[in-house]
C-alpha cells in the first residue's frame, strides 16, 4: 500500500499516516530508499517506532525478518527513547563497514537533535548508500 491509499474496505487512510511524519516527508523518504535500493542494489529498511530493551537486539530481530537480511541495511529509529541502531546483512557490512555505518548515525543523531528526524533519516540514506557504491 502506498501513502495515500485507503486501506481495502475501510474507507481510511493506513495507520502510517498517524505517525510523525507529513505525507510529503513519507514520500521523500520513500524516494530515498528507493534510490539507495536501485543505486546499490543493496536493500534499505527504516523502521521508525518503540524498541524493546535490549535495543540492539530488537533491531537485530527486526533486521532478521527482513526478506534479504544479508544483503539489507536496516535503519532503527526510536524518537522516544532516543536511540538509533544501523544493522547491516552479512553482504551489506563489506560494503558498508560499521565505521562508516557511525559516520552516517552521527549525521543522522545532529539532524534529529535540530527536530529533523525525516530529514536524518534521508540524509542517513543518502551516506549509506554513498558509501556502498554501485553494487
Same mark, same amino acid.
Given at each position: 500500500?502506498?501513502?495515500?491509499?485507503?486501506?481495502?474496505?475501510?474507507?481510511?487512510?493506513p495507520?502510517?499516516l498517524?505517525?510523525?511524519?507529513?505525507?510529503?516527508?513519507? =514520500?521523500?523518504?520513500?524516494?530515498? =530508499?528507493?534510490?539507495?535500493?536501485?543505486?546499490?542494489?543493496?536493500?534499505?529498511?527504516?523502521?521508525?517506532?518503540?524498541?524493546?530493551?535490549? #535495543?540492539?537486539? /530488537?533491531?537485530?530481530?527486526?533486521?532478521?525478518q527482513?526478506?534479504?537480511?544479508?544483503?539489507?541495511? =536496516? #535503519?532503527?529509529?526510536?524518537?522516544?527513547?532516543?536511540?538509533?541502531? #544501523?544493522?547491516?546483512?552479512? /553482504?551489506?557490512?563489506?560494503?558498508?563497514?560499521?565505521?562508516?555505518?557511525?559516520?552516517?548515525?552521527?549525521?543522522?543523531?545532529?539532524?534529529?537533535?535540530?527536530?529533523?528526524?525525516?530529514?536524518? #533519516?534521508?540524509?542517513? =540514506?543518502d551516506?549509506?548508500?554513498? /558509501?556502498?557504491?554501485?553494487?
Open positions: 500500500m502506498t501513502v495515500g491509499e485507503k486501506q481495502a474496505g475501510t474507507g481510511t487512510p495507520e502510517v498517524d505517525g510523525p511524519f507529513s505525507t510529503r516527508q513519507l =514520500l521523500r523518504i520513500d524516494e530515498a =530508499l528507493r534510490l539507495a535500493d536501485q543505486g546499490t542494489g543493496l536493500v534499505f529498511s527504516v523502521f521508525v517506532g518503540g524498541l524493546d530493551e535490549p #535495543i540492539r537486539e /530488537h533491531a537485530e530481530r527486526l533486521h532478521r527482513l526478506a534479504e537480511p544479508d544483503r539489507s541495511i =536496516l #535503519i532503527a529509529v526510536s524518537p522516544n527513547q532516543r536511540q538509533l541502531e #544501523i544493522v547491516t546483512g552479512r /553482504h551489506a557490512r563489506k560494503r558498508i563497514p560499521d565505521t562508516y555505518a557511525r559516520l552516517a548515525a552521527l549525521s543522522m543523531v545532529a539532524a534529529f537533535g535540530g527536530g529533523d528526524l525525516a530529514g536524518g #533519516i534521508i540524509n542517513g =540514506l551516506q549509506l548508500a554513498s /558509501h556502498a557504491g554501485k553494487g
